[in-house]
């Protein structure tokens, strides 16, 4: 499998990071063990990673992952392994389990992404079929997938407070749907358990409530490795009340834009870092890498043109953007085939399964990759990412991939304590 190339020198503080890691492995999991006896993982996640070369930090969180598909397939036992703990701690006795899925149907790369999960899940020992919120499918429906095989949507229906197929009636209800446009009356008020929570969904959840929370583990783990929070931490702000078509909001967004380019400024001169900060503005609810946009200067914000405009100002299923996350933009020096590309990270329950590159022929180190024209390489570090080389002298394969899995387990530990503050305000308000 290749392994990219890091554009940027092989010294400097990525480098030290890594060692910091390395050395300081056995007091790392031993910490990260200690944080899930407090703190119950997500059922699944996956992590975008920026890789500067002198900073690795995550850049967004997905709680309903799609792309299992992009994995290596050496990884599937370690899946299945990792899937048989998530589905025993949730509810021991689950047997069988309906997946709700987007409400694609020619999206084959998202349907390839469902079946490799329902392949995952059937090894793990599990009876699961994979039920459709679209009404247009009253009948199961049998779709050919270019890469061979099949899947069957069914259409689900309430009976009582239970979510049944025909003639299927589930322990379970396992979400891979990210509820952007809202939580639909058939799934509200279940008996049965919903994974991930609804809460967990974008209807509720915002990108900057992870990041706050990824701000308190990055600093107890900062401090336990004794490294600057910042390194593998990006900078971020958010701002409300937005409307770009109307140009409403955009002061908020301006002015926290120069805030961070300042302190972020400070920080490369601090490491004698040469390149041009830059900002991230992105919506802060959504995924799919809609309503995104790169920020050198907070008055590029006030001059944008229609286009531009009309692009930040929806995001997936046509949303509108409302509210928006200001973060510190981390370039990504990592290519292939000179190629600019991030890795992705992939977790079930507390453990990481696997990961992919995403790859973009199109886009600059400083933009998002999460964009048409983005192809996909599977991450060769089965190994690698849970055993590094303590006595290699720079940043080989070994140590970056683990270094790689670290951060992102310090990103789902960030999402775990998120959704139980949503846990605890969801009990506030019903109470």
């Known amino acids: 499998m290749p392994v990219p190339h890091l554009a940027a020198g092989l010294s400097g503080p990525i480098l030290d990071l890594e060692r910091c890691i390395i050395d300081a492995m056995s007091a790392i999991e031993h910490w990260l063990r200690g944080q899930w006896q407090e703190h119950a993982a997500p059922f699944y996640c996956s992590v975008d990673l920026r890789n500067s070369g002198f900073k690795l930090a995550p850049v967004d969180t997905n709680l309903f992952p799609g792309g299992f598909n992009n994995l290596n397939p050496e990884f599937m036992p370690l899946c299945v392994q990792a899937m048989m703990a998530a589905v025993e701690k949730i509810c021991p006795d689950v047997f069988s389990i309906l997946l709700i899925p987007e409400n694609h149907t020619r999206n084959v790369f998202y349907l390839q992404n469902l079946a490799t999960l329902q392949a995952i899940m059937r090894h793990a020992g599990m009876n699961i079929h994979i039920g459709t919120l679209l009404p247009e499918i009253t009948t199961a429906t049998v779709i050919d997938l270019p890469a061979g095989g099949s899947l069957t949507l069914e259409p689900v229906r309430r009976k009582g407070n239970r979510l049944v197929a025909e003639g299927f009636d589930p322990c379970a209800i396992l979400l891979n749907n990210d509820l952007s446009t809202g939580i639909p009356a058939i799934l509200q008020n279940l008996e049965q358990t919903v994974i991930p929570p609804l809460h967990a969904g974008w209807t509720t959840r915002r990108k900057s409530q992870h990041f706050t929370a990824y701000d308190n583990v990055a600093q107890e783990f900062a401090n336990l490795i004794a490294i600057d929070p910042w390194l593998i931490n990006p900078y971020f702000a958010s701002c409300g009340k937005i409307n770009f078509r109307e140009s409403k909001g955009e002061d908020c967004v301006a002015s926290t834009v120069d805030e961070i380019l300042r302190d972020i400024r400070e920080k490369y001169v601090q490491y004698g870092i040469k390149e041009d900060p830059f900002v991230i503005v992105k919506a802060d609810a959504g995924t799919y890498g809609m309503g995104v946009m790169t920020v050198k200067d907070g008055a590029e914000v006030r001059t944008l043109n229609r286009k531009q405009r009309n692009k930040m100002a929806v995001v997936k299923e046509g949303l509108p953007v409302t509210d928006v996350l ?59 990412c849970l055993l590094p080389d303590r006595e290699a002298r720079s940043g080989g394969a070994p140590n970056r991939f683990y270094a790689y899995g670290v951060i992102a387990r310090l990103a789902l530990l960030a999402a775990a304590q998120e959704l139980e503050q949503r846990d605890g305000y969801n009990e506030a308000a019903s109470a």
């Open 326 to 384: 200001v973060q510190e933009g981390v370039y990504t020096f990592e290519s292939i085939n000179a190629a600019v590309t991030e890795p992705v990270i992939y977790m079930i329950d507390r453990y990481v399964v696997g990961g992919f590159y995403r790859v973009h022929t199109g886009r600059g180190t400083d933009e998002n990759l999460n964009a048409p024209g983005m192809h996909f390489v599977p991450l060769a570090f089965e190994d690698t």
